[in-house]
Each structure stands twice: as structure tokens, then as C-alpha cells.
């Protein structure tokens, strides 16, 4: 079972940052924090991932509480390509499971 | 770098009979794949994890003898649905490495 809990769906206007929120509370001092999206009809796409650290790269932030029991991840500039199911993921062993994650929807 | 791919990206077959889906790491080495059904508006779910040389580790609920996976290499894995039949019809995705590099999946329809 995931073990995350995200909002069914969110909506962002285009241009401004989208702020996607995710609950962990039983998340284990070993397991990281994942992200990624999957775009209708294709394979998961990874987009960031951290510990407990704040972590930033080229497509989104990545916003971990100090009790690391909930995350945010932020894409600071939406596009109506980020249109996606984004998907939070706590793992520390090799396999992934995924919840049901947050369908996003960038509004021109 | 980190490119996975699956072959066929679409299949139509007929009730009864196999189909094979190939999943390539192209520009890396993987000791272990991942193999994921995901039905219409829903999420991924794992079917099994296919380890190089040895034999792979199915979910619970997820018949071994219908799924066969066979990880010969370190660039490849297939997943063969035996006896196809339409609730099989589905979307199949997988994934190399530890950190899980997706392929583009691959739908399959059985009519």
C-alpha cells in the first residue's frame, strides 16, 4: 500500500508557481522521498527527490517539513506542459509503489 | 543518458494467445527491472521485480505462471502474457535501476 497522501486533483494558471503538497506521516528515517509525473499515455517521469534536505534541480523544488512526516514540491513557473498526474513516493528499498497521486492542471 | 525502452508500444492480440514485451536499458546496466500495469485512470501497479540472472519476485495476486519474466541480460527484460484474455488489456511500463528510469510503455489490447 502507498504509503502517501496526496490531493485528487489541483489547478494552477499558467505562468505561476504550482505548489503540490504530500502527507508521509509514517515515513521511516531511511526512506527518501520521491517524485515524479506521468504525462496521459506515457511512462513515469522522474523529477526530483531528497532525504531531508531541501532540494532544488532544473525542473521543480523539492520542500521536506524538519519532522519529514509531509513534502511540497513546487514547480516555480507552470507551463501547460506540466499538465500531469504527479506522484509522491517514500521508498528505501528498491521497489517503488505508487499511490494515486495529484492530477495537475496548468490553466492557460 | 539513462534511456529505458519497451518494444512493441502498442499490441493488439487475439484471446488465447502470448504476447512478449521487451524492455531495453539503453545506455546503462541493470541488475534489476521493474514490470508495472496500470489500467484506465488508475495508478501504476507493481507486478514483479525481474532480477538479472535469477528468477524474478512477483506481487501478491500476480500469477507467475501467466506473467513470465525472463531477465537474461543486463540490458533486457520481458514480460510474455500467456493466454491473453481482454481483462489482460492494460498498460504496461518498466523500469531499470535502483532509480527507476521508466520506459514509455507499452498498451496492449486483447480482442
Known amino acids: 500500500d502507498a504509503k502517501t497522501t496526496q490531493p485528487t486533483s489541483m489547478d494552477c494558471a499558467e505562468g505561476r508557481a504550482a505548489n503540490l503538497p504530500c502527507n508521509h506521516s509514517t515515513i521511516s528515517g531511511n526512506e527518501y522521498v520521491y517524485w515524479y509525473r506521468q504525462i496521459h499515455s506515457q511512462g513515469p517521469q522522474y523529477i526530483i527527490h531528497?532525504?531531508?534536505n531541501n532540494e532544488t534541480n532544473e525542473m521543480a523544488s523539492l520542500i521536506i517539513t524538519e519532522d519529514r512526516k509531509s513534502s511540497t514540491l513546487i514547480l516555480p513557473h507552470a507551463t501547460l506542459r506540466d499538465t500531469a498526474v504527479y506522484y509522491c513516493?517514500?521508498?528505501?528499498?528498491?521497489?517503488?509503489?505508487f499511490g494515486a497521486g495529484t492530477r495537475l492542471t496548468v490553466k492557460p | 543518458g539513462a534511456v529505458v525502452s519497451q518494444h512493441p508500444s502498442w499490441v493488439i492480440c487475439k484471446s488465447g494467445t502470448s504476447v512478449k514485451i521487451e524492455c531495453r536499458s539503453l545506455?546503462?546496466?541493470?541488475?534489476?527491472m521493474f514490470w508495472y500495469r496500470q489500467f484506465p485512470k488508475q495508478s501504476l501497479m507493481l507486478m514483479a521485480t525481474s532480477n538479472e540472472g535469477s528468477k524474478a519476485t512477483y506481487e501478491q495476486g500476480v500469477e507467475k505462471d501467466k506473467f513470465l519474466i525472463n531477465h537474461a541480460s543486463l540490458t533486457l527484460s520481458t514480460l510474455t502474457v500467456t493466454s491473453a484474455h481482454p481483462e489482460d488489456s492494460s498498460f504496461y511500463i518498466c523500469?531499470?535501476?535502483?532509480?527507476?528510469?521508466f520506459g514509455p510503455g507499452t498498451r496492449l489490447t486483447v480482442t
Open positions: 523500469s531499470a535501476g535502483y532509480e527507476q528510469y
Open positions: 513516493i517514500v521508498r528505501a528499498a528498491s521497489d517503488m509503489r
Open positions: 545506455d546503462f546496466q541493470a541488475t534489476t
Open positions: 531528497g532525504l531531508k
